[in-house]
């Protein structure tokens, strides 16, 4: 995918974009118990603290991470789906990790609690994080990346 370091931020962005955006919508209706349509507006208006510390720690962080422990699982020479998924898997689990942090501060529950709080708020991220990043943001971001970047060959 990317190939050039311009690209690599490009396509962290974006993936970094709508997993914030989606995860900022779920967190929004598990804080006020409602879905609705201003539930879009409010996360779009919070998210952007959130997105730019998210972008930073995969940029720099996460993306080591998922690829120290992904080859672990898979081979450089196993089929691209297998890597990608693997890559994909380890960065939410590393990214939950940060974002849980975040997610804590944002709604005041550093407290004698933490560490029951923390865990909760992990795991109930990491339920709505895996499948968004393998089968919406994931997809989506290497679409667009693809159509900007990837030119047809005739």
Partial sequence: MPKTIGQLIFFTAVTAWLMVFVMTVYNTVLATGRF??????????????????????AF???VHIAKFFAFRVVQPGD????????????TVVAQVFFASFLALFHSNEY????????????IRNFVMALPI???IAGPLARFIF????????E
Avoid: G, H
């Fill in 111 to 122: 407290n004698a609690d933490f560490i029951p709080n923390y865990i909760m708020a992990y």
């Fill in 36 to 57: 609705t349509n201003a539930t879009f507006i409010t996360a779009f208006k919070t998210m952007w603290i959130e997105y730019i510390i998210i972008f930073l720690l």
């Fill in 146 to 153: 693809r159509s900007i970047f990837c030119r047809k060959k």
């Fill in 79 to 90: 089929r691209p789906i297998f890597i990608i998924f693997a890559i994909q898997t380890f």
């Fill in 60 to 62: 720099f962080v996460s």
């Fill in 133 to 135: 990043q393998l089968f």
